[in-house]
């Protein structure tokens, strides 16, 4: 799917509005995250920013509160075998949906970090008896995995963490101090509900995904969700009452029209901002823009000015630098200074005024 001129801006007023980047912005993170069904979550600074993006009156610690104290949002591996912060609400659902196509690659990649099917066992076993005594980061669990004699070296250990994760056994869930850390599914979330039937659940993501990415396509949902064309095609399938009727080929959701908002102002997005992931083609935003995606699969922050990427930034002693593709006029420099001010006090970096 390619656009362009006029075609092209209006497809990414549709999608920047989906995204809640225009319209009313949202007072709650997991207004946020429910909209978007699941946000880029491997960044622990980007799935922050991304919900700052997208909402007024928060800030970066809001988020740590839903993660911890609230219980209502937490980070899992989902759609592509990535990590994806979610309402706990949609956990079991989408976890049952979205990972049994991960679980052949899991086998693999631990057989490559040399870890065989029987200390896979142990080694999940003892992650499952060690978090039973409460939340424990990555490195506790590290020491308890090689007490049993079992390798971690590599990315064995990173694996060990997803086989159990794939199995629906653990979760991460609350900070500990800079340390997000995991716990028991069963202890953080309770029992699990009785699941709807597949097709059931197939088109509850389509449904969702048009909410927070439309206009859209098979492709774009197949691609964001890792499951199969066909899955995605019987998703949409399954929700074609529910959409617009539209002559471009895209799908969106008929109570989604609304009056145009255009393009959002200009902003700072965080690394792996959801706008990025939604879709196929990223060239509604990117254009040829070259740096933004890197080769090995890093997402870096960028500034959207008029729905397009415009520069990279970069936070480092407290200080925010653009780096523009070419010059920006003064007045959209003078609206990203500004934002880049609000991202230092978003994140908590930036000393209160006297």
């Not at 008896?129 to 424990?136: I, V, W």
């Not at 936070?315 to 630098?321: E, F, H, N, Q, T």
């Amino acid at each position: 799917m390619t656009a362009s001129g006029a075609g092209l801006t209006g497809l990414t007023a549709e999608r920047c509005r989906a995204q809640l980047l225009t319209g009313p912005p949202a007072t709650a993170v997991t207004s946020v995250v429910r909209h978007l069904l699941a946000v880029q979550g491997q960044d622990p600074r980007g799935f922050r920013l991304s919900v700052r993006a997208r909402s007024t009156g928060l800030t970066a610690a809001a988020v740590d509160q839903a993660l911890s104290v609230d219980r209502s949002v937490l980070v899992s591996t989902f759609c592509r075998g990535t990590l994806h912060l979610v309402c706990a609400e949609d956990y079991w659902w989408l976890h049952a949906l979205t990972t049994p196509p991960l679980a052949a690659a899991s086998t693999r990649r631990l057989a490559q970090e040399k870890v065989p099917p029987d200390d896979t066992e142990r080694a999940v076993a003892e992650v499952v008896a060690a978090l039973a005594g409460g939340p424990m980061t990555r490195a506790q669990l590290r020491e308890r995995v090689e007490r049993i004699g079992v390798r971690t070296e590599g990315q064995a250990h990173v694996h060990i963490l997803l086989a159990a994760t794939l199995r629906g056994l653990i979760v991460r869930g609350p900070m500990v101090g800079a340390d997000h850390a995991y716990v028991l599914t069963r202890d953080w979330l309770g029992a699990p509900p009785r699941l709807p039937d597949r097709e059931v659940m197939l088109a509850e993501l389509a449904r969702r995904y048009l909410a927070g990415h439309g206009p859209a396509d098979d492709r774009d949902l197949a691609k964001w969700s890792g499951l199969s064309l066909g899955d995605a095609r019987r998703g949409l399938s399954a929700v074609s009452g529910l959409l617009a009727g539209r002559d471009d080929g895209l799908a969106s959701l008929a109570d989604a029209d609304g009056p145009d908002a255009g393009l959002p102002p200009p902003r700072l997005h965080g690394p792996f901002d959801p706008l990025l992931h939604g879709w196929a083609d990223r060239s509604f935003v990117l254009g040829a823009t070259k740096g933004i995606v890197t080769s090995n699969g890093i997402f870096r922050p960028f500034a959207l000015v008029n729905g397009q990427a415009v520069a990279t930034w970069s936070l480092a002693a407290g200080k925010i630098r653009l780096a523009p593709f070419a010059p920006l006029g003064e007045a959209d420099e003078a609206v990203l200074a500004a934002d880049a001010g609000a991202v230092l006090d978003y994140l908590g970096l930036r000393r209160p005024r006297a």
